[in-house]
């Protein structure tokens, strides 16, 4: 090779993408990222972003609908669509509009087009007004990215069988809904939906809902579905699923028939690797997803792949941490490895799932000694003010670190800093237990559960 016209060549412009341009620039690197949509990817346009503005809403119709519990009296008179999202594109282009600025002002070249590799180090793209244009790097990044997951034998039409991407587009809330996949995709639309007044049923072919989580909290969340009205077939797989003209027709493998006006068919996401030369120039793939060491090399010493494309967590923050170490590690400076079991997830549902580390099943498998404690959150004052139940499961080495923390309630998602913290700088029990939560928060449950596992409960019975 010649001198690269670049030090690095980014496909793909979400999480991973940006977050390896924006950080190699940030180290002195000539940088091009390829985007042949918009800048900031799924997570921004079709994925976290709008959903949360979606359960935003959903949350105000709930406030409202039970604001008389709080001695508020007020109507719900209907969920103006529009409004909605109006709301959510709003957010959605006010983060564009800044994430287009910071990349323009790292001296970041954004080609708009469709790229694919057509050697080692180098993409070459097709521009959206025809020409091609051949950019060379001494390294290229894949984040293409996923798409979202279609089989188990079901034809999505984009009509009565859709994805997320079509489940965001609605210009109305179904009447009814069956939502296949009780992940966390599936239990957020399942929120926002039945707030909108949706009859939701959720199927989900494992024995409970978000089956990655620790079972107490994938309980807490189906107890609190039950109460909100929202239907769970648990354990059933779908056998078929049938468009009609006026809805569609879902028989599941124990016989059972359901039907509603759609069916939201939410089982994953599968790796964007189509189409973009990986055979070509000797990158490997294990079922779609592209082969990685733990820093994100694949098997060509130039070519690197991050975020949704390889087999880790598809999450925007498990991308931007693939980002950010390939572009370190490219700069010379020795980054840490991601310790995946450590990474912080969360379900925006209603009530919120939040966890990080290792659930009791899990810790068990890993060869732990296990204590646990679960504290309920009847006992936090600040959740009986907002009128929320749950809980604080702390999850711990015998005389060791906490392995895993894992929260149900309203916004226990803005308490899972704390509990990565813990996790990952491998507190103990007692050495949390020392710091002083304030009060009324819903902080001082996670107070609470550590003195309990250190065994001077507060608030909580010995
Ligand atoms: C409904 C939904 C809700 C979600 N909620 C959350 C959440 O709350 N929290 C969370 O952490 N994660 C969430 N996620 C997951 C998160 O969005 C992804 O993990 C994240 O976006 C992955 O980033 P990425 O860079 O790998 O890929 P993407 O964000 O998919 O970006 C890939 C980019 O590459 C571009 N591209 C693809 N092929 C080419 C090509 N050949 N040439 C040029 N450009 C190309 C695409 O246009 C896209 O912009 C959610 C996902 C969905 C679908």
């Given at each position: 090779m010649g001198n690269p016209q670049y030090d690095l060549v980014v496909l793909g412009g979400g999480s991973g993408g940006y977050a390896a341009a924006l950080r190699a620039a940030e180290l002195g690197s000539r940088v091009a990222l390829v985007e042949k949509d918009k800048l900031g990817g799924t997570c921004l346009h079709r994925g976290c972003?709008?959903?949360?503005?979606?359960?935003?809403?959903?949350?105000?119709?709930?406030?409202?609908?039970?604001?008389?519990?709080?001695?508020?009296?007020?109507?719900?008179?209907?969920?103006?669509?529009?409004?909605?999202?109006?709301?959510?594109?709003?957010?959605?282009?006010?983060?564009?509009?800044?994430?287009?600025?910071?990349?323009?002002?790292?001296?970041?070249?954004?080609?708009?087009?469709?790229?694919?590799?057509?050697?080692?180090?180098?993409?070459?793209?097709?521009?959206?007004?025809?020409?091609?244009?051949?950019?060379?790097?001494?390294?290229?990044?894949?984040?293409?990215?996923?798409?979202?997951?279609?089989?188990?034998?079901?034809?999505?039409?984009?009509?009565?069988?859709?994805?997320?991407?079509?489940?965001?587009?609605?210009?109305?809330?179904?009447?009814?809904?069956?939502?296949?996949?009780?992940?966390?995709?599936?239990?957020?639309?399942?929120t926002a939906w039945n707030a909108f007044g949706t009859k939701v049923t959720i199927v989900e072919a494992m024995p409970n809902l978000l089956p990655l989580e620790d079972t107490a909290s994938s309980r807490a969340l189906e107890k609190a579905f039950k109460k909100e009205g929202i239907s769970t077939a648990l354990g059933a797989a779908v056998q078929h699923a049938t468009a009609r003209d006026n809805g569609v027709e879902v028989t599941l493998d124990d016989g059972r028939v359901l039907t509603a006006e759609v069916l939201l068919v939410a089982i994953g996401r599968a790796p964007a690797t189509d189409g973009i030369g990986l055979e070509s120039v000797g990158?490997?793939?294990?079922?779609?997803?592209?082969?990685?060491?733990?820093?994100?090399?694949?098997?060509?010493?130039?070519?690197?792949?991050?975020?949704?494309?390889?087999?880790?967590?598809?999450?925007?923050?498990?991308?931007?941490?693939?980002?950010?170490?390939?572009?370190?590690?490219?700069?010379?400076?020795?980054?840490?490895?991601?310790?995946?079991?450590?990474?912080?997830?969360?379900?925006?549902?209603?009530?919120?799932?939040?966890?990080?580390?290792?659930?009791?099943?899990?810790?068990?498998?890993?060869?732990?000694?296990?204590?646990?404690?679960?504290?309920?959150?009847?006992?936090?004052?600040?959740?009986?003010?907002?009128?929320?139940?749950?809980?604080?499961k702390v999850v711990a080495a015998k005389d060791g670190p906490v392995l895993g923390v894992h929260m149900v309630g309203e916004r226990v998602g803005e308490l899972l800093a704390e509990a990565q913290l813990v996790v990952n700088w491998d507190a103990r029990p007692d050495e949390v237990a020392q710091h002083i939560h304030p009060h009324p928060t819903l902080s001082e449950a996670i107070g609470e559960a550590h003195l309990a596992l250190a065994g001077k409960p507060l608030h909580a019975h010995a």
């Open positions: 972003i709008p959903t949360k503005a979606l359960l935003r809403s959903a949350e105000v119709a709930e406030t409202v609908r039970h604001s008389a519990k709080f001695g508020v009296t007020s109507t719900l008179d209907a969920i103006d669509f529009a409004g909605v999202d109006k709301h959510k594109q709003s957010v959605v282009n006010g983060l564009f509009r800044g994430l287009s600025g910071l990349v323009a002002s790292r001296g970041i070249h954004v080609v708009a087009g469709t790229g694919r590799l057509t050697s080692p180090t180098q993409v070459t793209v097709t521009t959206a007004d025809g020409p091609e244009a051949v950019l060379t790097g001494a390294a290229v990044i894949i984040a293409t990215g996923s798409v979202p997951k279609t089989g188990a034998g079901i034809d999505v039409d984009h009509e009565r069988i859709i994805d997320s991407n079509d489940a965001l587009g609605f210009d109305h809330a179904p009447a009814s809904a069956i939502i296949l996949g009780g992940g966390a995709i599936g239990c957020e639309f399942a990158v490997t793939t294990t079922r779609g997803y592209i082969d990685v060491d733990p820093r994100c090399r694949t098997a060509v010493p130039t070519i690197y792949a991050v975020g949704d494309v390889i087999p880790t967590l598809q999450l925007a923050h498990a991308g931007f941490a693939e980002g950010i170490l390939v572009a370190e590690t490219l700069a010379g400076l020795q980054p840490d490895e991601i310790d995946y079991a450590r990474i912080p997830r969360i379900t925006y549902s209603h009530p919120e799932v939040a966890s990080v580390g290792l659930s009791t099943e899990g810790a068990i498998a890993a060869g732990h000694e296990v204590m646990d404690v679960t504290y309920d959150l009847a006992g936090n004052g600040k959740a009986r003010i907002l009128g929320t139940s749950g809980l604080v």
